[in-house]
């Protein structure tokens, strides 16, 4: 796995080498083009003054004096220098004693032109340039020679060109390679700098753990952009401590819930294998063992269920569903149960609701709301069941019951949580709530509660709109 110091440095450095390259290359160019650009204009002025000493005399015959270019010996010698001068035809007649005659070779351009030779070794830049000329005085015959142009070709040695575009491209170099190097150095430094905050942040990540369950990001010290990131992980590794002592809570829960139906069965066991039993006794307690069997395994029934849900492994059967027919079909097989608290029981259920949902499951959900109203509603109390529809559609279950206090509000939809633990034994298992919140999430809405301690509660939940 490459590590973020190389995935940010590799990229950069490689970028960097490309426009140092480059840069060079351009740069070098350049040096040599403006240089060439100076030793060409001085070519050209040297072939303007070989062909000014060039002089056509009247009867055609061509003049040249070497004197009056100002060009000794000496200079030739030194510089390499040569001049020559070729008529339209090509002849070479006249030419310096150092001039590459068969460099130049016969054949001469229809225009100037700049280029370069290489002769024994030496470079050589030469100038090629035409010039007319007329005679200056006329002839004795009162006739004139024609004008007549000439190629005047000049050339130096190129040495010291070359010599001073190596040392620029050396110093070029030496002083890139130095400057990459600290451009790199520094791009490096930065990077690990940044990093640092991360490799700290890495070894923090590593003392999170059950065994720490407060240890958290530290999200001072880094960057902005970091720092939100930072937060979020912080938020996630929150939820993952809720998360896990939720677990914690639920293992001592069920162990406490298995414990009471268990040893209410170890108990009749030992109590009926103490002596001999009649018949009549041995069914009492059998009875009595089947009971507790059945509260156990609705106990375990509901676990499963609601471990089911909330692995999201419910293929929902999504069709058209009538909230009022669910309500109203729910409340009668919850009758006979208010009726025995003498709870009033009222329905305001007008024409259908419809909505898109699992009809089973919807039914499971209102059934364990109006079971928990009448759960938790004294006595000659009243429970209402409603429907409404317009933008969204919902159900409403209000009781005039206890209520529940606001600290217990946002924890009454956990598993085996009830606000009061005095009703423990009551029968109820705190598994109701938290199924039909589970029912209404798979369905893309929520439970929304609301209650005052004393006069009642109110569970509701929405179906499309805002609310959902």
């Given at each position: 796995?490459?590590?973020?110091?190389?995935?940010?440095?590799?990229?950069?450095?490689?970028?960097?080498?490309?426009?140092?390259?480059?840069?060079?290359?351009?740069?070098?160019?350049?040096?040599?083009?403006?240089?060439?650009?100076?030793?060409?204009?001085?070519?050209?002025?040297?072939?303007?003054?070989?062909?000014?000493?060039?002089?056509?005399?009247?009867?055609?015959?061509?003049?040249?004096?070497?004197?009056?270019?100002?060009?000794?010996?000496?200079?030739?010698?030194?510089?390499?220098?040569?001049?020559?001068?070729?008529?339209?035809?090509?002849?070479?007649?006249?030419?310096?004693?150092?001039?590459?005659?068969?460099?130049?070779?016969?054949?001469?351009?229809?225009?100037?032109?700049?280029?370069?030779?290489?002769?024994?070794?030496?470079?050589?830049?030469?100038?090629?340039?035409?010039?007319?000329?007329?005679?200056?005085?006329?002839?004795?015959?009162?006739?004139?020679?024609?004008?007549?142009?000439?190629?005047?070709?000049?050339?130096?040695?190129?040495?010291?060109?070359?010599?001073?575009?190596?040392?620029?491209?050396?110093?070029?170099?030496?002083?890139?390679?130095?400057?990459?190097?600290?451009?790199?150095?520094?791009?490096?430094?930065?990077?690990?700098?940044?990093?640092?905050?991360?490799?700290?942040?890495?070894?923090?990540?590593?003392?999170?753990?059950?065994?720490?369950?407060?240890c958290r990001l530290e999200e001072e010290g880094v960057g902005t952009e970091v720092a939100?990131?930072?937060?979020?992980?912080?938020?996630?590794?929150?939820?993952?401590?809720?998360?896990?002592?939720?677990?914690?809570?639920?293992?001592?829960?069920?162990?406490?819930e298995l414990r009471t139906p268990l040893s209410a069965i170890r108990t009749r066991c030992?109590?009926?294998?103490?002596?001999?039993?009649?018949?009549?006794?041995?069914?009492?307690?059998?009875?009595?063992?089947?009971?507790?069997?059945?509260?156990?395994?609705?106990?375990?029934?509901?676990?499963?269920?609601?471990?089911?849900?909330?692995?999201?492994?419910?293929?929902?059967?999504?069709?058209?569903?009538?909230?009022?027919?669910?309500?109203?079909?729910?409340?009668?097989?919850?009758?006979?149960?208010?009726?025995?608290?003498?709870?009033?029981?009222?329905?305001?259920?007008?024409?259908?609701?419809?909505?898109?949902?699992?009809?089973?499951?919807?039914?499971?959900?209102?059934?364990?709301?109006?079971?928990?109203?009448?759960?938790?509603?004294?006595?000659?109390?009243?429970?209402?069941?409603?429907?409404?529809?317009?933008?969204?559609?919902?159900?409403?279950?209000?009781?005039?019951?206890?209520?529940?206090?606001?600290?217990?509000?946002?924890?009454?939809?956990?598993?085996?949580?009830?606000?009061?633990?005095?009703?423990?034994?009551?029968?109820?298992?705190?598994?109701?709530?938290?199924?039909?919140?589970?029912?209404?999430?798979?369905?893309?809405?929520?439970?929304?509660?609301?209650?005052?301690?004393?006069?009642?509660?109110?569970?509701?939940?929405?179906?499309?709109?805002?609310?959902?």
């Open positions: 796995m490459t590590s973020l110091r190389s995935r940010i440095l590799i990229p950069l450095i490689a970028l960097t080498g490309v426009i140092f390259a480059l840069f060079g290359v351009i740069a070098e160019r350049a040096v040599t083009r403006e240089l060439t650009r100076g030793l060409d204009e001085k070519l050209l002025v040297m072939a303007q003054d070989v062909g000014s000493a060039v002089e056509l005399l009247p009867s055609g015959d061509v003049e040249f004096e070497p004197e009056d270019i100002g060009m000794s010996p000496a200079e030739e010698e030194r510089d390499h220098a040569f001049y020559a001068i070729q008529d339209a035809s090509g002849f070479m007649g006249i030419a310096s004693r150092n001039t590459p005659r068969e460099e130049l070779g016969s054949v001469v351009p229809a225009e100037g032109e700049f280029r370069r030779l290489q002769v024994d070794g030496l470079p050589l830049r030469i100038c090629r340039h035409w010039v007319e000329r007329k005679p200056e005085d006329e002839a004795e015959d009162g006739e004139t020679a024609p004008a007549e142009s000439f190629l005047v070709t000049v050339g130096v040695s190129a040495t010291n060109l070359d010599a001073t575009v190596a040392s620029f491209r050396n110093d070029l170099l030496l002083g890139g390679a130095a400057l990459f190097v600290v451009l790199t150095l520094v791009p490096l430094l930065v990077v690990t700098g940044a990093l640092r905050g991360l490799q700290r942040l890495s070894r923090e990540a590593d003392r999170i753990g059950p065994e720490a369950p407060g939100a990131l930072v937060a979020a992980l912080n938020r996630a590794v929150d939820r993952l401590a809720q998360a896990h002592e939720r677990e914690k809570r639920f293992s001592g829960d069920v162990a406490h030992e109590v009926a294998l103490r002596r001999p039993r009649t018949t009549d006794e041995l069914r009492e307690n059998l009875q009595s063992v089947l009971e507790t069997s059945k509260r156990l395994g609705r106990l375990v029934e509901r676990m499963l269920l609601l471990s089911r849900y909330q692995r999201q492994g419910v293929e929902l059967s999504l069709r058209e569903t009538d909230l009022s027919e669910i309500a109203r079909d729910v409340m009668s097989l919850h009758g006979e149960e208010a009726e025995k608290k003498d709870i009033s029981v009222r329905m305001e259920v007008g024409g259908p609701v419809i909505v898109q949902g699992d009809e089973d499951l919807l039914r499971e959900c209102v059934s364990n709301l109006i079971h928990n109203a009448i759960r938790y509603t004294p006595n000659r109390g009243q429970v209402t069941v409603s429907t409404w529809n317009g933008s969204a559609a919902g159900i409403v279950v209000r009781d005039t019951g206890v209520g529940i206090e606001k600290e217990h509000l946002d924890k009454i939809f956990d598993r085996f949580y009830r606000a009061d633990p005095a009703r423990g034994g009551s029968g109820s298992y705190g598994l109701g709530l938290c199924l039909a919140q589970e029912i209404a999430r798979l369905h893309g809405t929520r439970i929304r509660v609301e209650s005052t301690p004393g006069k009642g509660s109110r569970f509701e939940v929405v179906f499309g709109g805002d609310e959902a």
